[in-house]
């Protein structure tokens, strides 16, 4: 019976995050490491106007995956496998020690930036739920052209989708999915239409970048939302992280891979528990939980329990 750890993406930020991280001493040097190599106050990333900056999300994000992490990783709570959704790969990554922190965050802090410079303003995703993928791909295809670009970006489970584009798309879209009979259909709290090829030229330039960044072959298997594929060596771990922001995440297959190979306690790391509820309603079977309200010393004793004959 294994252990996992996922880490979610951008979206899972809320006001306040990384103040509610666990009072630990692990995340306090972590918080510490992070802003030395940031040259700022990691704690201000999570309030006011940052949350609104895609650079300030996805680094507290990395922040507040590997804190959390490494607070478990001090009580004995350590993974069989990581993933993690789009940016969390990286705090997935630092987990599987493939990558360094220090590294980690300064491609993360590329990646954000090039992402804001690749488009602007006039952008971002919307969450479709309640419909099947091939009623998703007719609204995506109806809707595409080249004034109004719409991509299917997260496959999240049977019927949860994330889309990514353009403003006047992301409404036809959200218009069409509620018409279409959705459980919910709304624009998510990301500035940016990720995973989608408007951000190809943005995935090249980190690509060429990230050549220089050392990548080891993972310690702890880690699995890739680009392929949905075990990342067996640093190339896998190089190409997931330059890359993945330009292709569609396979969350669900992604999830299923880990279960195939043997995961059943699967733990989210911080914020939120929006990986927890997806789990639970694709394996009902599996036993999840969100760090977010669960300490270190109670995520040790979950486990042992769901571990004991």
């Given at each position: 019976?294994?252990?996992a750890?996922?880490?979610?993406?951008?979206?899972?930020?809320?006001?306040?995050?990384?103040?509610?991280?666990?009072?630990?001493?692990?995340?306090?040097?972590?918080?510490?490491?992070?802003?030395?190599?940031?040259?700022?106050?990691?704690?201000?990333?999570?309030?006011?106007?940052?949350?609104?900056?895609?650079?300030?999300?996805?680094?507290?994000?990395?922040?507040?995956g590997?804190?959390?992490?490494?607070?478990?990783?001090?009580?004995?709570?350590?993974?069989?496998?990581?993933?993690?959704?789009?940016?969390?790969?990286?705090?997935?990554?630092?987990?599987?020690?493939?990558?360094?922190?220090?590294?980690?965050?300064?491609?993360?802090?590329?990646?954000?930036?090039?992402?804001?410079?690749?488009?602007?303003?006039?952008?971002?995703?919307?969450?479709?739920?309640?419909?099947?993928?091939?009623r998703?791909?007719?609204?995506?295809?109806?809707?595409?052209?080249?004034?109004?670009?719409?991509?299917?970006?997260?496959?999240?489970?049977?019927?949860?989708?994330?889309?990514?584009?353009?403003d006047?798309?992301?409404?036809?879209?959200?218009?069409?999915?509620?018409?279409?009979?959705?459980?919910?259909?709304?624009?998510?709290?990301?500035?940016?239409?990720?995973h989608?090829?408007?951000?190809?030229?943005?995935?090249?330039?980190?690509?060429?970048?990230?050549?220089?960044?050392?990548v080891?072959t993972?310690?702890?298997?880690?699995?890739?939302?680009?392929?949905?594929?075990?990342?067996?060596?640093?190339?896998?771990?190089?190409?997931?992280?330059?890359?993945?922001?330009?292709?569609?995440?396979?969350?669900?297959?992604?999830?299923?891979?880990?279960?195939?190979?043997?995961?059943?306690?699967?733990?989210?790391?911080?914020?939120?528990?929006?990986?927890?509820?997806?789990?639970?309603?694709?394996?009902?079977?599996?036993?999840?939980?969100?760090?977010?309200?669960?300490?270190?010393?109670?995520?040790?004793?979950?486990?042992?329990?769901?571990?004991?004959?």
């Amino acid at each position: 019976m294994s252990l996992a750890f996922l880490f979610p993406g951008q979206g899972a930020q809320s006001p306040g995050f990384l103040h509610r991280l666990p009072d630990h001493p692990a995340v306090t040097a972590t918080l510490q490491e992070a802003g030395a190599v940031l040259g700022l106050d990691v704690l201000t990333l999570d309030e006011g106007a940052a949350l609104q900056s895609t650079v300030s999300v996805q680094t507290g994000l990395t922040v507040a995956g590997v804190a959390a992490a490494r607070a478990l990783a001090a009580e004995g709570v350590v993974p069989a496998m990581v993933a993690g959704l789009s940016v969390g790969s990286f705090a997935a990554a630092v987990t599987a020690g493939a990558i360094g922190f220090a590294d980690a965050l300064r491609l993360v802090d590329r990646r954000a930036r090039l992402m804001e410079q690749a488009c602007p303003a006039g952008f971002g995703m919307v969450a479709v739920t309640g419909l099947p993928q091939r009623r998703v791909e007719a609204i995506v295809g109806a809707i595409h052209g080249a004034a109004a670009p719409l991509y299917l970006a997260n496959l999240n489970g049977p019927a949860e989708f994330v889309l990514s584009g353009a403003d006047a798309a992301l409404d036809r879209a959200i218009e069409a999915a509620r018409q279409a009979g959705a459980r919910r259909a709304e624009r998510l709290a990301v500035a940016v239409p990720s995973h989608a090829p408007l951000m190809d030229g943005a995935a090249a330039a980190l690509a060429a970048e990230a050549e220089a960044v050392p990548v080891a072959t993972p310690r702890i298997a880690m699995v890739g939302n680009r392929r949905a594929r075990m990342l067996r060596d640093a190339a896998g771990v190089r190409e997931e992280l330059a890359t993945n922001l330009a292709h569609p995440v396979r969350w669900s297959d992604s999830v299923a891979l880990m279960v195939e190979h043997g995961a059943a306690v699967l733990l989210e790391m911080p914020p939120g528990d929006v990986l927890t509820r997806l789990t639970a309603s694709e394996h009902p079977g599996l036993t999840g939980r969100a760090m977010d309200g669960l300490s270190p010393a109670g995520a040790r004793a979950l486990v042992a329990r769901v571990r004991e004959p």
